[in-house]
């Protein structure tokens, strides 16, 4: 079965820019979460999609940042405008079940340098 | 609010040495705790999920225990290998369903020939 797949795996933008992130979770998993590792901190949660429906977005850091999932298939994060420290890794993990007796599948990553 | 930690931040052992990373977290009231590895620009590998019920999850190599009382998971890597020399990352489950993970900084794994 095909991985969990993030676009683009890199981008560089300018300060004031706007930049949209792509995940594709596994085929079949309801459950989508973004993710996100700014430089020197722990892994930090963004936010929790059920099919097309946000479950949790309480790690979204502010208004410039805008999720959506369509059709409950594949999910977007747009950060309109960029700045300094939104650069790092922002990953996108599926699962199939919600529920604490199933784990995650993490994708690879996108790594965003903000200049 | 849940803290993990994870010490050492970086460990370096020669090949064939028993490896065993600590994770300790600060609210015992988790769902789960998952183990990953992650591999330098690579994502996050699944190695063990251990249910709250759970005292231990072993995988080959792997052992993970768990000891909710104290806020401490360990992680157990019998005879290593170059091939394990990676960031090993310790998450706890929390919220509603306990999908929601806390991140611990990771411990940096050498494994050296």
């Known amino acids: 079965e095909a991985g969990v797949t993030q676009f683009p795996s890199h981008s560089v933008i300018e300060k004031g820019q706007t930049v949209t992130l792509r995940c594709d979770p596994i085929s079949g998993h309801d459950n989508l979460y973004w993710y996100r590792r700014v430089m020197g901190k722990e892994i930090k949660f963004l936010l929790h999609?059920?099919?097309?429906?946000?479950?949790?977005e309480s790690g979204m850091p502010n208004n410039r940042f805008l999720a959506e999932r369509t059709g409950g298939t594949y999910s977007t994060l747009k950060v309109q405008p960029a700045e300094l420290e939104d650069s790092g890794v922002y990953f996108c993990a599926s699962s199939q079940f919600s529920g604490f007796n199933y784990g995650y599948t993490f994708g690879s990553g996108t790594r965003l340098t903000v200049v | 609010k849940q803290e993990v930690t994870q010490i050492p931040a970086a460990l370096s052992v020669p090949e064939g040495e028993n490896l065993v990373l600590n994770c300790s977290f600060t609210d015992s009231a988790i769902y789960n705790l998952q183990w990953f590895r992650q591999d330098p620009g690579k994502g996050l590998t699944s190695l063990l999920l251990i249910q709250s019920s759970q005292r231990e999850q072993t995988s080959g190599r792997l052992n993970a225990s768990l000891d909710k009382s104290s806020g401490r998971s360990t992680l157990y890597i019998a005879a290593s290998q170059p091939g394990d020399s990676a960031t090993y990352l310790c998450a706890v489950g929390r919220g509603a369903a306990g999908n929601k993970l806390t991140f611990g900084g990771g411990t940096r794994v050498l494994v050296k020939p």
């Open positions: 999609f059920v099919k097309e429906s946000k479950q949790d």
